[in-house]
């Protein structure tokens, strides 16, 4: 069964500073999908960026940007410049060949301070 | 294009009292997925439907069972109510069930069992 783990219960950073939240899996698949989700208070889970594993090149979307390390198994998430907007729990999240689910990680509390 | 709907937005149940959960599919999904968020917790799957039919199922009891309808929305159904059902239920439409990675949230049902 894969597992994902978020080490960093909660993180804090300045308004317009970078921040990274790590995250690392466990699988014994060749092929899979990692993704990052947000879920601010409101509670909608909204995807913020997702990576194909066979695929070389980090996935950027706007301000957030990936670092995927297939052989070291982790997939770490930067975001630049950022808002206060962006305050919110932060999950990492791995689909592999079972086909039917996500399997989450326990989430990142991020905090943006004005 | 309408998002996922979920319904009720709260509920509040008594141990060993039955509950139903509704979702609507994003328009033209065919797939949905439901997840049990506890508290402080990565959401957890539950079950996915594919054509009306369950196309697989994370570690449940059958008390948990679902229902996918011909128009794609669909019904999640706790009996007995324990307390550790307590949670916030997301429910994820897919487009098609080979990208059924490529998931949109609900905003979830948050139960509370006293």
């Known amino acids: 069964a894969q597992t994902v783990t978020q080490s960093q219960p909660e993180m804090s950073v300045q308004e317009a500073e970078t921040v990274t939240l790590s995250c690392t899996y466990d699988t014994s698949e060749n092929n899979y999908y990692l993704f990052w989700y947000k879920q601010p208070p409101s509670r909608q889970m909204i995807l913020v960026i997702r990576q194909e594993a066979y695929k070389q090149q980090n996935a950027t979307e706007n301000r957030f940007s990936v670092n995927f390390q297939k052989a070291a198994k982790s997939f770490s998430l930067k975001i630049s410049d950022s808002q206060l907007g962006d305050t919110a729990m932060y999950f990492c999240?791995?689909?592999?060949?079972?086909?039917?689910?996500?399997?989450f990680g326990t989430g990142t509390r991020l905090a943006v301070r004005p | 294009e309408t998002g996922v709907t979920q319904s009720p937005t709260h509920l509040i149940k008594t141990r060993g009292q039955q509950v139903t959960l509704r979702c609507s599919s994003q328009s033209g999904h065919n797939t949905v997925s439901w997840y049990q968020q506890a508290l402080g917790q990565g959401p957890q799957f539950i079950f996915q439907y594919y054509r009306e039919e369950e196309n697989g199922r994370g570690n449940f009891p059958p008390r948990f069972s679902g229902l996918q309808f011909p128009n794609y929305s669909s019904e999640l159904n706790v009996n007995a109510l324990e307390l550790d059902d307590s949670a916030l239920y997301l429910c994820?439409?897919?487009?098609?069930?080979?990208?059924?990675?490529?998931?949109?949230f609900g905003p979830g049902t948050r139960l509370t069992v006293t």
């Open positions: 994820a439409s897919s487009l098609v069930i080979g990208a059924s990675y490529e998931q949109y």
């Open positions: 999240a791995f689909w592999g060949s079972s086909g039917d689910k996500l399997t």
